[in-house]
């Protein structure tokens, strides 16, 4: 297997670490890898009257990955959002928010509420 289709499925088990371990949580997950014209939004859950997009980072080192999510990768996503909102018109009265779940080596998760904003 290439090194770029291992880091794909470690990223996919990544984010399907992440679904389970909000879901424990009390999130409810509404998609997985929604892809809008503009980028992809790792997942989008819901908890209570919130909608929140996470963006799923996957590195050895977990402070590493809480490091990954760069200002270009914030933009995309918040372009993304804006997608999905217009797509999904029934969660536009929503409070939204923005986390990230970091996941370390050996399945390690870091869950940040409010990792960033619009």
Do not use: N
Request: with cysteine; aromatic share 8%; glycine share 8%.
């Amino acid at each position: 297997m290439s090194a770029r289709r291992a880091a794909f499925a470690r990223g996919l088990r990544a984010e399907g670490w992440a679904a389970f371990w909000l879901r424990l949580k009390g999130y409810r997950v509404l998609a997985r890898r929604h892809r809008t014209p503009v980028g992809e939004i790792d997942l989008v859950c819901l908890k209570g009257d919130t909608l929140v997009f996470v963006e799923v980072k996957r590195r050895d080192r977990l402070d590493d990955a809480v490091l990954a999510l760069q200002a270009v990768q914030r933009a995309r996503l918040v372009r993304a959002a804006g997608a999905y909102l217009r797509r999904h018109p029934r969660h536009q009265g929503l409070d939204c928010r923005f986390d990230l779940v970091a996941v370390g080596r050996f399945g390690v998760l870091r869950h940040l509420k409010d990792a960033h904003r619009a």
